[in-house]
């Protein structure tokens, strides 16, 4: 019983911090997130599919679903 009390609060516990951690201007937030959200990705470091350079994911070259670090690796011109 004690037990089944002691699991409870820390579900509630873990409940609400996730609560208090999402919600947190969760009406306003959901453009903030995906900014928040967009800066994370553009720190992802992705590699050139030809030339296996590292290349932030911001500034890499997406050509069909591959990740290139430049036009020229990308064979755009
Ligand atoms: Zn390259």
Redesign the pocket.
């Known amino acids: 019983m004690i037990f089944k009390i002691l699991v409870f609060g820390v579900v509630v516990f873990i409940v609400y911090t996730l609560f208090f951690k999402t919600s947190r201007g969760t009406v306003q937030n959901s453009a903030k997130t995906k900014k928040r959200k967009r800066d994370t990705d553009s720190d992802t470091m992705v590699e ?6 590292f ?1 932030s994911e911001k500034e890499a070259i997406i050509k069909d679903g591959k990740f ?3 036009k ?3 064979g755009v011109k």
Request: with cysteine.
């Open positions: 050139c599919a030809k030339c296996s350079v290349v290139y670090c430049s020229e690796c990308a």
